[in-house]
């Protein structure tokens, strides 16, 4: 067979990789029909739902050379992604740190797909990268920072403290030799993934200091003075301190302006971890919860989170800009065209080079809503966590956790006889079995305790009532049984 010949013929082999106009038109009717039937069926479809046998799945998923219809694929995801696992978009999701699911979102990242924008390099995609730019000026004024930050989106929060935590070794030049003398301090409660991110970042050898909490779970500032003060006296070099704006077990802010007070004192760089809480700079309350912040060097946040939007959306900010650009600038001779570019490219701020345009899943909902319907949903929900914390302190038996700082509110009941950890373990099952409502646990003080945290953008009072119900009925169910 000629080159001609087999090349027209394996044009004809690949056509199925460029639909027509019409055909793309039958495809996207049958996906927004899919995603309307899953919208519309959410607020009744169960919560949570059994994993579902994994061999019938992988045997579904199983690619062949054959194509499959687009109806047949939508009917494998109705069974084996829709219906199985968490729905974490549902109203009655209080579990974890909820993650939201808002529908601009999605449209914007079909059209982000379909534009298809080298979103890493700005030379390639101008409006990509200043709409992201934008963006981050936008963030950066919401925490207080000055123009002269920089900042990145990732694709979580994970791999936002990574960044922050090169560009704090950068700025510090730490050799690998010296990185066992230096000194993080962070608390108990931080989020694990700071320290995989300390140790992806080649830093997992220096020394983690666990500074006391005061009643509420925040670091105590005088205990995080006393502690630098004793490592600087033995020789070591106190280098990091990782405070949190919202800790994910009780949602506590840590005293950030002491904080700040303390590290600029003595040379350290300041962190701030707000992945979940961070979002709350929008709303006037908010604000002033995380007074201080604008102090930090480097935070992090998860428009995932509070922003409402769909998983795979995080931010790095660094106060001095400059550092995040010396921290991860690179070039090869293959992008010499480049050279010289005078616009700003993520992939001078980030480990990676390609990446999705990240800016529009986030920009398109905030520019078609207005910034104000996102401060009043983050108000609305520090209110109902008070609401939350305020009714449930009525139920006899109940013993709550701190006042919520933020939107996450922990409780355990204390039975008259018996063990407490066992019964509320019990409880957490009987209020989650019933489907409607989702709310995970945690341990603190050695205690097993229920958290509940209020973070969907469409959850709003009659939820909070609904899983109020849901754990009154539950305690009196198990009361009855171990009676
Ligand atoms: C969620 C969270 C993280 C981790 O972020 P990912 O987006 O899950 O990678 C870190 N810190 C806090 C406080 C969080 O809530």
Not at 191 to 213: N, P, S
Not at 304 to 319: E, M, N, Q
Request: hydrophobic share 40%.
């Amino acid at each position: 067979m000629d080159t001609t010949t087999r090349l027209s013929e394996l044009r004809r082999l690949g056509s199925q990789l460029e639909p027509d106009a019409a055909e793309r038109r039958r495809r996207l009717d049958a996906v927004a029909a899919h995603a309307e039937m899953f919208l519309e069926e959410l607020s009744t479809r169960p919560i949570y739902n059994a994993p579902g046998d994994r061999e019938a799945a992988m045997r579904e998923f199983a690619l062949s050379a054959e194509p499959a219809s687009i109806s047949n694929i939508l009917d494998i995801l109705d069974r084996q992604v829709d219906r199985v696992g968490y729905n974490l978009g549902a109203s009655g999701f209080f579990g974890y740190i909820p993650s939201g699911g808002l529908y601009d979102s999605a449209l914007a990242d079909y059209l982000a797909a379909v534009i298809n924008r080298y979103a890493g390099v700005g030379f390639s995609a101008p409006g990509a990268t200043r709409m992201e730019a934008s963006l981050l000026r936008w963030l950066s004024g919401i925490v207080g920072y000055p123009e002269s930050s920089e900042g990145d989106l990732t694709s979580g929060g994970s791999m936002a403290a990574l960044s922050a935590i090169i560009v704090a070794r950068e700025s510090f030049a730490i050799r690998s030799r010296d990185v066992d003398r230096h000194v993080v301090y962070v608390t108990s409660q931080t989020h694990h993934t700071f320290r995989k991110a300390l140790f992806v970042a080649g830093m997992g050898e220096c020394i983690v200091r666990e500074v006391a909490l005061d009643d509420r779970y925040r670091m105590r500032a005088d205990a995080l003075r006393d502690r630098i003060g004793e490592d600087q006296r033995s020789g070591l070099t106190p280098w990091f301190v990782g405070a949190s704006a919202g800790t994910t077990d009780v949602g506590a802010v840590d005293p950030l302006r002491d904080i700040a007070d303390i590290a600029s004192e003595n040379g350290l760089w300041f962190h701030v971890d707000a992945a979940y809480g961070g979002a709350f700079a929008l709303c006037e309350e908010g604000r002033e919860r995380l007074a201080g912040i604008e102090r930090s060097d480097s935070l992090i946040l998860d428009p995932h989170k509070g922003f409402f939007l769909p998983c795979g959306t995080g931010v790095v900010l660094v106060r001095e800009g400059r550092k995040l650009t010396d921290a991860f600038h690179a070039r090869g001779v293959y992008m010499q065209d480049v050279a010289g570019d005078p616009e700003r490219s993520p992939c001078d701020v980030s480990p990676e080079l390609t990446r999705p345009f990240r800016a529009l899943r986030f920009w398109l909902p905030f520019k078609l809503a207005g910034t104000a319907p996102f401060a009043a949903a983050l108000e609305e929900k520090l209110l109902l966590a008070r609401y939350f914390h305020e009714q449930i302190s009525t139920f006899a038996g109940i013993e709550t956790g701190p006042f919520p700082d933020l939107s996450v509110v922990t409780f355990r009941y204390v039975p008259r006889s018996g063990d407490a950890d066992d019964f509320n373990r019990r409880l957490v099952r009987e209020i989650v079995d019933g489907q409607r409502v989702f709310v995970s646990s945690t341990t603190l003080d050695d205690h097993f305790v229920i958290r509940l945290a209020v973070l969907g953008y469409n959850t709003h009072i009659e939820d909070v009532d609904l899983v109020l119900s849901v754990i009154r009925d539950a305690i009196d169910r198990l009361k009855k049984e171990s009676d």
